[in-house]
Protein backbone atom coordinates (compact mmCIF):
# COMPACT_ATOMS: atom_id res chain seq x y z
CA UNK A 1 0.00 0.00 0.00
CA UNK A 2 1.15 3.24 -0.78
CA UNK A 3 2.48 5.85 1.15
CA UNK A 4 -0.85 8.35 0.31
CA UNK A 5 -3.09 4.99 0.77
CA UNK A 6 -2.10 4.83 3.68
CA UNK A 7 -3.11 8.23 5.01
CA UNK A 8 -6.25 7.53 3.48
CA UNK A 9 -6.94 4.67 5.61
CA UNK A 10 -5.54 6.12 8.57
CA UNK A 11 -7.79 9.30 8.22
CA UNK A 12 -11.01 6.65 7.37
CA UNK A 13 -9.95 5.26 10.69
CA UNK A 14 -10.07 8.42 12.69
CA UNK A 15 -13.42 9.83 10.92
CA UNK A 16 -15.17 6.16 11.67
CA UNK A 17 -13.42 5.95 15.48
CA UNK A 18 -12.32 2.78 14.31
CA UNK A 19 -9.22 0.79 15.13
CA UNK A 20 -6.90 -0.60 12.07
CA UNK A 21 -4.74 -3.85 12.95
CA UNK A 22 -1.54 -3.92 11.05
CA UNK A 23 0.79 -7.39 10.98
CA UNK A 24 4.18 -5.94 9.76
CA UNK A 25 6.32 -9.32 10.71
CA UNK A 26 8.23 -9.23 7.40
CA UNK A 27 8.82 -5.61 6.53
CA UNK A 28 12.46 -5.98 7.80
CA UNK A 29 12.82 -7.97 4.14
CA UNK A 30 12.62 -5.70 1.68
CA UNK A 31 14.95 -6.13 -1.70
CA UNK A 32 13.61 -2.89 -4.15
CA UNK A 33 12.73 1.00 -3.01
CA UNK A 34 12.84 2.41 -0.18
CA UNK A 35 10.99 1.01 2.73
CA UNK A 36 7.68 2.74 3.31
CA UNK A 37 6.26 3.81 6.87
CA UNK A 38 4.12 1.38 8.96
CA UNK A 39 1.00 2.38 9.96
CA UNK A 40 1.78 3.12 12.88
CA UNK A 41 4.37 5.38 12.49
CA UNK A 42 2.26 7.90 10.70
CA UNK A 43 -0.59 7.43 12.99
CA UNK A 44 -1.02 10.56 14.23
CA UNK A 45 -4.31 9.92 16.32
CA UNK A 46 -3.68 6.47 17.85
CA UNK A 47 -5.79 4.75 15.35
CA UNK A 48 -3.49 1.22 14.95
CA UNK A 49 -2.62 -1.74 17.06
CA UNK A 50 0.24 -2.69 15.32
CA UNK A 51 1.29 -6.31 15.76
CA UNK A 52 4.41 -9.02 15.27
CA UNK A 53 6.46 -12.48 15.66
CA UNK A 54 10.02 -13.44 16.38
CA UNK A 55 8.24 -16.81 15.40
CA UNK A 56 9.06 -15.69 11.68
CA UNK A 57 12.09 -13.44 11.25
CA UNK A 58 14.02 -15.74 14.15
CA UNK A 59 12.64 -19.50 14.83
CA UNK A 60 9.33 -20.75 15.14
CA UNK A 61 9.27 -22.29 18.51
CA UNK A 62 10.15 -19.17 19.95
CA UNK A 63 6.46 -18.23 20.43
CA UNK A 64 7.06 -14.71 20.73
CA UNK A 65 5.03 -11.73 19.27
CA UNK A 66 4.48 -8.51 20.41
CA UNK A 67 1.63 -5.60 20.27
CA UNK A 68 1.70 -1.97 20.14
CA UNK A 69 -1.07 -0.75 21.44
CA UNK A 70 -2.44 3.26 21.50
CA UNK A 71 -2.38 4.39 25.20
CA UNK A 72 -6.06 4.08 25.22
CA UNK A 73 -6.38 0.43 24.81
CA UNK A 74 -3.30 -0.51 27.31
CA UNK A 75 -5.46 -1.75 30.75
CA UNK A 76 -8.14 -3.24 27.86
CA UNK A 77 -5.05 -5.22 26.58
CA UNK A 78 -3.86 -5.75 29.63
CA UNK A 79 -6.49 -7.42 31.07
CA UNK A 80 -7.35 -9.75 28.52
CA UNK A 81 -4.01 -10.44 28.32
CA UNK A 82 -4.23 -11.77 31.74
CA UNK A 83 -7.45 -13.59 31.15
CA UNK A 84 -5.81 -15.41 28.88
CA UNK A 85 -2.72 -16.89 30.69
CA UNK A 86 -1.07 -14.04 32.45
CA UNK A 87 2.04 -14.01 29.14
CA UNK A 88 4.67 -16.35 28.25
CA UNK A 89 7.73 -17.05 30.09
CA UNK A 90 10.12 -13.90 30.96
CA UNK A 91 13.20 -15.89 30.64
CA UNK A 92 12.71 -16.02 26.95
CA UNK A 93 11.68 -12.67 27.10
CA UNK A 94 14.89 -11.12 29.17
CA UNK A 95 17.14 -13.68 26.55
CA UNK A 96 15.54 -11.78 23.64
CA UNK A 97 15.74 -8.48 25.22
CA UNK A 98 19.16 -8.89 25.86
CA UNK A 99 19.70 -10.12 22.44
CA UNK A 100 18.12 -7.25 20.73
CA UNK A 101 19.79 -4.87 22.51
CA UNK A 102 23.36 -6.58 22.31
CA UNK A 103 22.79 -6.18 18.36
CA UNK A 104 22.51 -9.73 17.65
CA UNK A 105 18.92 -9.40 16.27
CA UNK A 106 19.85 -6.24 13.63
CA UNK A 107 22.66 -8.46 12.67
CA UNK A 108 20.82 -11.79 12.42
CA UNK A 109 18.11 -9.61 9.55
CA UNK A 110 20.95 -8.13 7.92
CA UNK A 111 22.21 -11.77 6.57
CA UNK A 112 18.92 -12.89 6.59
CA UNK A 113 17.99 -10.28 4.13
CA UNK A 114 20.96 -11.17 1.84
CA UNK A 115 19.61 -14.57 1.92
CA UNK A 116 16.46 -14.23 1.34
CA UNK A 117 17.66 -11.60 -1.92
CA UNK A 118 19.12 -14.48 -3.08
CA UNK A 119 16.41 -16.99 -3.16
CA UNK A 120 14.03 -14.20 -4.36
CA UNK A 121 16.03 -13.62 -7.50
CA UNK A 122 16.63 -17.30 -8.17
CA UNK A 123 12.79 -18.23 -8.00
CA UNK A 124 12.25 -14.84 -10.32
CA UNK A 125 14.43 -15.71 -12.70
CA UNK A 126 13.33 -19.11 -12.88
CA UNK A 127 9.89 -18.47 -13.32
CA UNK A 128 10.79 -15.67 -16.16
CA UNK A 129 12.95 -18.73 -18.13
CA UNK A 130 10.31 -21.60 -17.56
CA UNK A 131 7.03 -19.55 -18.29
CA UNK A 132 7.86 -16.02 -19.82
CA UNK A 133 5.50 -13.52 -20.45
CA UNK A 134 2.56 -16.26 -19.24
CA UNK A 135 3.20 -15.55 -15.82
CA UNK A 136 2.32 -12.32 -13.71
CA UNK A 137 4.16 -11.39 -10.35
CA UNK A 138 3.34 -9.10 -7.52
CA UNK A 139 4.69 -8.87 -3.99
CA UNK A 140 8.20 -9.31 -4.92
CA UNK A 141 9.73 -5.79 -3.40
CA UNK A 142 9.82 -6.96 0.33
CA UNK A 143 8.88 -9.94 2.33
CA UNK A 144 9.48 -13.93 2.24
CA UNK A 145 7.18 -14.73 -0.65
CA UNK A 146 5.07 -13.41 -4.24
CA UNK A 147 2.15 -14.17 -5.86
CA UNK A 148 1.57 -15.31 -9.29
CA UNK A 149 -0.33 -15.41 -11.44
CA UNK A 150 -1.22 -17.64 -14.30
CA UNK A 151 -3.71 -17.45 -16.85
CA UNK A 152 -5.97 -20.71 -18.02
CA UNK A 153 -5.42 -23.05 -14.76
CA UNK A 154 -7.60 -24.24 -11.71
CA UNK A 155 -5.36 -23.24 -9.14
CA UNK A 156 -7.05 -25.20 -6.57
CA UNK A 157 -6.91 -28.04 -8.56
CA UNK A 158 -3.25 -27.77 -9.19
CA UNK A 159 -2.12 -27.64 -5.51
CA UNK A 160 -3.83 -30.67 -4.59
CA UNK A 161 -2.24 -32.09 -7.77
CA UNK A 162 1.69 -30.91 -6.47
CA UNK A 163 0.94 -31.89 -3.17
CA UNK A 164 1.10 -35.56 -4.15
CA UNK A 165 4.63 -34.84 -5.87
CA UNK A 166 5.37 -33.28 -2.75
CA UNK A 167 5.60 -29.89 -4.08
CA UNK A 168 3.16 -27.65 -1.98
CA UNK A 169 1.35 -24.57 -3.35
CA UNK A 170 -1.01 -22.02 -2.02
CA UNK A 171 -3.49 -21.46 -4.48
CA UNK A 172 -4.36 -17.35 -4.84
CA UNK A 173 -7.88 -17.65 -5.87
CA UNK A 174 -9.25 -18.34 -2.39
CA UNK A 175 -7.85 -14.93 -1.45
CA UNK A 176 -10.40 -12.96 -3.63
CA UNK A 177 -13.60 -11.70 -2.67
CA UNK A 178 -16.30 -11.81 -5.46
CA UNK A 179 -16.73 -13.50 -8.19
CA UNK A 180 -13.08 -12.32 -10.32
CA UNK A 181 -10.62 -14.00 -8.44
CA UNK A 182 -7.31 -14.25 -10.41
CA UNK A 183 -5.94 -17.78 -10.54
CA UNK A 184 -2.15 -18.71 -9.49
CA UNK A 185 -0.36 -19.29 -6.41
CA UNK A 186 1.92 -17.75 -3.30
CA UNK A 187 5.14 -19.13 -3.38
CA UNK A 188 7.15 -18.67 -0.25
CA UNK A 189 11.05 -18.74 -0.10
CA UNK A 190 11.75 -18.38 3.20
CA UNK A 191 12.53 -22.42 3.77
CA UNK A 192 13.42 -23.37 0.62
CA UNK A 193 17.35 -22.99 -0.41
CA UNK A 194 18.37 -21.23 -3.34
CA UNK A 195 19.86 -24.83 -5.10
CA UNK A 196 15.98 -26.61 -4.69
CA UNK A 197 14.30 -23.50 -6.28
CA UNK A 198 15.08 -24.31 -9.93
CA UNK A 199 14.20 -28.03 -9.29
CA UNK A 200 10.52 -26.80 -7.89
CA UNK A 201 9.91 -24.58 -10.76
CA UNK A 202 10.51 -27.01 -12.96
CA UNK A 203 8.76 -29.30 -11.71
CA UNK A 204 5.44 -26.80 -11.48
CA UNK A 205 6.43 -26.11 -15.03
CA UNK A 206 5.64 -29.92 -15.82
CA UNK A 207 2.98 -29.79 -13.84
CA UNK A 208 1.15 -27.30 -15.58
CA UNK A 209 1.58 -28.98 -18.96
CA UNK A 210 0.23 -31.92 -17.95
CA UNK A 211 -3.13 -30.23 -17.22
CA UNK A 212 -2.73 -28.76 -20.61
CA UNK A 213 -2.87 -24.80 -19.88
CA UNK A 214 -0.24 -22.27 -20.27
Known amino acids: ?13 ESNGSWIIEDDYDSEY ?19 VYIGTF ?7 LRLGYVVVPEDLVERF ?6 LDIGPATFHQAV ?8 HFARHI ?14 IE ?33 SESSARDNLWLVPLSPYYMGKM ?6 LGFGSTSTQQIPSAVHKLRILVRSKNVA
Not at 1 to 13: E, F, I, K, N
Not at 30 to 48: A, C, F, H, I, K
Not at 110 to 123: D, I, T
Open 181 to 186: AQQGFI
Open 55 to 61: SKVLFPS
Open 126 to 158: NLHDHFGSAVEMTGAEAGMHLSVVLNGISDREL
Open 96 to 103: LADFIGEG
Open 110 to 123: RRMRSVYAERRSAL
Open 1 to 13: MSASRRLQLLDWA
Open 78 to 83: LAARFA
Open 30 to 48: RYEGMPVTSLQGLDRNSRV
